[in-house]
């Protein structure tokens, strides 16, 4: 006797029975993974079958079982997804389509949701406004998306609030919002996905108040981001830390963004480390706003309007290392950092305006800008030396092709000395330039 015959002959007529009434919650079980072809859910159907495929997470549910989905297409509508959920498919092969309704997948409070190999099409059908996402998951622990495809969504792909897990290996592409969107998160990992021609960001790292949050958002692919909601920055990211301290984004390759590749806004202990970034619209780094600590190294930035922004010490921005970067082809400026940094050993070639800028101001305090290489700058170093500017060492640079200077000590953004690399910085007592190489 096969499994199928098995199956049929345990479960009697409910395999025969429509699929909305198909699942007995009180019929007897094979161990491990349900097959909701062999319980009534039918791959292919035309017909809104979410009755029966809650009836089957459910059932699932209550039994600590895996439910597997056949290759196929299945139309569902607003599907509560219970405390304990797995739900696997063929690989590129199952598709669940959105036929409408207030949302399509939510969960809330769950002890663990996996969802692996499903391609999950929101079909750009519209959400009520409280669901943030096609799949939207809160305060949940044991969370895993894995090899799923997440398209065609009037919101954002996946959603997750106050939740923990992985997001891992999917491929997220045309939705409204954001592909990833991760609110006050705890102990989320983002990796190894594939996220493109999104509305409005990549990833999503926020908090609605700051604090301690640790996502790790590392491998990825991220490209084609677009800002349709404008806004002040918090669109057209490719990936966007907002409120949210102790967070690394190591690693992945951004392009084409309308904005900014990697946005860290009032995010302390924040590592931007190895991005491969191309093809910004304006600052390709950012860390900005109210900041504490931020480690930006080893990163290359072609084409943006500035490299890497370290900013808005007026608003209590600082502490920042700036190391080991590779910024080229800027419209702008290549590095600009503010207070209490080290922008030591970067690389920064072609840059239209300024190489690298100390300062803006008055807002300016204990930088070294030293070891770095500035080529193809009209203006090599801007330095402040405006009234209430901090002090700053720069030394051991190699400057080439600065036409108009190597170093300039800059009040605002106006020139405000000859060339300090010449000269040197006697009249600034808040300078300490020597040692650099000029040709």
């Not at 959105?98 to 692996?116: D, I, K, Q, W, Y």
């Not at 900005?288 to 808005?312: H, K, P, Q, R, W």
């Not at 920064?348 to 100390?358: E, H, P, V, W």
Request: contains cysteine.
């Amino acid at each position: 006797m096969d499994r199928r015959t098995f199956l049929t002959g345990a479960l009697g007529a409910a395999v025969a029975t429509p699929a909305a009434a198909a699942v007995d919650a009180n019929a007897p079980v094979l161990r491990e993974t349900l097959n909701a072809a062999e319980l009534g859910v039918n791959p292919g159907d035309s017909a809104d079958q979410s009755q029966a495929v809650q009836k089957l997470l459910d059932l699932a549910s209550r039994d600590d079982r895996q439910i597997f989905l056949p290759a196929g297409s299945y139309v569902v509508s607003q599907l509560k997804l219970p405390a304990r959920t797995r739900l696997a498919g063929v690989p590129g092969a199952t598709r669940l389509v959105f036929g409408g309704g207030s949302h399509m997948l939510v969960g809330e409070r769950a002890e663990l949701v996996v969802l692996r190999n499903l391609i999950i099409d929101g079909a750009n059908q519209p959400l009520d406004e409280y669901v943030a996402g096609i799949v939207h998951l809160s305060n949940s622990r044991g969370v895993v998306i894995e090899d799923c495809a997440i398209e065609g969504s009037s919101r954002s792909g996946i959603a997750l609030d106050r939740c923990a897990g992985r997001v891992r290996g999917n491929g997220v592409r045309t939705v409204h919002d954001a592909g990833i969107r991760a609110i006050e998160s705890s102990g989320l990992t983002i990796t190894d996905n594939t996220i493109e021609d999104c509305g409005n960001a990549g990833v999503q790292v926020w908090r609605w108040t700051p604090g301690d949050d640790g996502t790790i958002v590392t491998g990825n692919r991220v490209q084609r981001i677009a800002a349709k909601d404008g806004g002040s920055g918090q669109n057209g990211n490719g990936i966007n830390v907002f409120r949210a301290h102790g967070v690394i984004v190591a690693n992945n390759r951004i392009a084409d963004c309308a904005f900014t590749a990697v946005r860290a806004n009032s995010a302390n202990n924040v590592q931007i480390t190895g991005n491969n970034c191309q093809g910004c619209g304006e600052v390709a780094i950012y860390s900005e706003f109210s900041f504490e600590g931020a480690m930006i190294a080893n990163n290359i930035v072609d084409t943006a309007a500035t490299g890497i922004s370290v900013t808005n010490f007026n608003q209590g921005g600082r502490i920042a290392v700036v190391a080991g970067n590779i910024v080229r082809n800027l419209s702008d400026i290549g590095i600009s950092v503010e207070a209490d940094t080290a922008a030591n050993g970067n690389v920064i070639d072609g840059a239209t305006r300024i190489g690298m800028l100390i300062g803006w101001g008055p807002y300016m305090r204990d930088v070294t800008a030293t070891g770095n290489v500035i080529r193809r700058a009209p203006l090599g170093i801007g330095v402040s030396v405006a009234d209430g500017a901090g002090s700053a060492v720069i030394s051991d640079n190699l400057i080439a092709g600065a036409d108009q200077g190597a170093i300039v000590g800059m009040r605002w953004d106006k020139p405000a000395s000859g060339d300090l690399a010449e000269t040197g910085a006697a009249k600034f007592p808040n300078l300490l330039v020597e040692r650099n190489r000029v040709s």
